[in-house]
């Protein structure tokens, strides 16, 4: 048992704001079915490349407009300090308590000049610290299999481990399906004196062809079983969706047993993969 295991687990759903109109009222029907099993709270990623910003904010103010304790995310790398104070104190106005606060990706093409003057994750959380003291509860990401532009994995430890000095408060990992890699990732953070809650984040398979190119951006590993399995499922949707259902609430199970002290399903805006897995662990619904 792992020495994160605490009385009251943490759970938490994640969406993405959708680009049109339409997509938010589907948004809408799905946040429903999610919230009546009482997630602690929902966040709302972030696009860095800047169109879908507003709408970020948007679906923020509805998820609070129905009670639902809501998190943006917010991204530093393409934004200017100032600019990221201003949203801030639009969020502190609108009663927000927590954030997710990241790097952020470039869109592919943009150059080294779309920097901005926040490079990382730790001088962000470190800027909010700064300007808004203890207001904002921070969740930030951690790599259980390693961030793919990470010099090597002890690096990138070292980074996390900024993140935690700059006042980060618990972190979401990036998804996986290798239980082992989770637990070695917290034995290593716990050796270095990291004590803040790293919850799994968990992305439930329902599409291989979108979760292989995902999985190959981002860094997350598809072991070889799971990945020949569903190859083999071709375009049968249903038994991916079977055996993806399987496979991920037995690893959320695992992840639980062996003491994760909750888990951040990335629900893809589609509440039913995430409210099967929810009912195969038995959680209260
Ligand atoms: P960082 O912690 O800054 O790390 C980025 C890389 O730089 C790592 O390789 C790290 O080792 C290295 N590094 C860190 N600090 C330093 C330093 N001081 N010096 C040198 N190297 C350093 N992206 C979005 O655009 N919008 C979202 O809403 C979003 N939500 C996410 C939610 C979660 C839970 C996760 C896991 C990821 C999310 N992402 C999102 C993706 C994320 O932005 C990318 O993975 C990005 O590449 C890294 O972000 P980070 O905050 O982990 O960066």
């Not at 996986?176 to 990732?185: L, M, S, V």
Request: with cysteine.
């Amino acid at each position: 048992m792992h020495s994160q295991q605490t009385k009251q687990k943490l759970f938490s759903f994640e969406l993405f704001p959708p680009k049109t109109e339409e997509g938010m009222e589907k948004l809408k029907t799905q946040v429903k079915k999610l919230a009546r099993v009482n997630p602690l709270y929902v966040s709302v990623t972030f696009g860095a490349g800047g169109s879908t910003q507003h709408r970020t904010v948007q679906s923020v103010e509805w998820l609070a407009s129905q009670g639902i304790e809501a998190a943006p995310h917010i991204s530093c790398i393409s934004s200017s300090a100032a600019e990221i104070v201003e949203m801030l104190k639009r969020y502190k106005e609108q009663g927000i308590r927590r954030l997710v606060a990241l790097r952020g990706d470039l869109p592919s093409g943009a150059g080294p000049g779309g920097r901005g003057e926040l490079n990382y994750a730790n001088e962000l959380v470190a800027l909010i610290r700064r300007e808004f003291g203890d207001h904002f509860h921070i969740e930030v990401a951690a790599y259980p299999e390693f961030h793919p532009q990470a010099a090597n994995a002890r690096a990138d430890l070292n980074n996390f481990k900024r993140k935690v000095e700059a006042g980060a408060d618990a972190a979401i990992t990036q998804y996986f399906y290798n239980a082992d890699a989770y637990f070695h990732f917290l034995d290593s953070c716990e050796k270095m004196g990291i004590a803040i809650p790293i919850v799994p984040g968990i992305m439930p398979i329902t599409n291989f062809s979108s979760l292989s190119r995902f999985s190959d951006a981002c860094g997350a590993e598809i072991p070889r079983w799971i990945r020949k399995r569903l190859e083999a499922y071709a375009d049968d949707v249903e038994s991916i969706r079977a055996f993806g259902i399987e496979v991920v609430s037995e690893l959320c199970q695992r992840l639980l047993e062996q003491g994760a002290p909750g888990l951040h399903f990335y629900t893809m805006n589609q509440s039913a993969a995430t409210l099967k897995i929810w009912h195969n662990l038995g959680l209260p619904e």
